[in-house]
């Protein structure tokens, strides 16, 4: 079987609901952590070339969605008063991933997500449970905040993007749950190549 076969592809399917976003985001948790738990902590925590190592990827993973997990927490109104009141419906989930996808390729780029470079230290393996239970918090705390936000809630309130605008709470989870199956392919590519 050719390596690229094997390589995998942490699918997203099409998430519309608040229940289908937050499936795919704990879909997405279980496959990155079974294989990233293949890899060994050197290669964790090593650089993939240019690129950053695993371990970054997982850090900004975990630091993409604290904001949005922070955000959720806040009352409707305050974020209504401070972002304004969406249109009342939402962009398709592919139709958030091409806005990403476009974002990228104009040479859009992490910023103040971008993990800080960190030594994995003497104990590199409780490092790494540490680096992804912090993911695997943020993740399951993501699943249980879309899950308490009404359908009509998620089309109406608009959050920051620094990429993309201001997107609906509906597109922001779209995004996130893209965003997290982007870099897990990202990973999963350059351990295979």
Known sequence: MPAAAMIPQFETGTP???LDHATALGALLASGTAYLSTLPDATFFAPQGEAWSPADHVRHLQL????????????????????????????????????????LAAGGQAGRFTPRPRDPGPDSHAN????????????????????????????????????LGLLTTREMFSFTVYHTAHHLRRVAERAGA
Do not use: C
Not at 80 to 86: D, I, N, P, Q, T
């Open 16 to 18: 519309v609901t608040g």
């Open 64 to 103: 993409a969605g604290s904001p949005l997990l922070m955000a959720l927490k806040l009352p409707r109104w305050l974020l209504a008063l401070r972002f304004g009141r969406g249109p009342g419906h939402s962009r398709s989930f592919d139709e958030v991933r091409s806005l990403y996808i476009k974002a």
């Open 128 to 163: 790494r449970m540490t680096i992804m239970k912090a993911w695997a918090d943020v993740t399951v705390n993501l699943q249980g905040a879309v899950a308490r936000w009404p359908e009509t809630a998620l089309d109406r309130q608009l959050l920051p993007h620094p990429l």
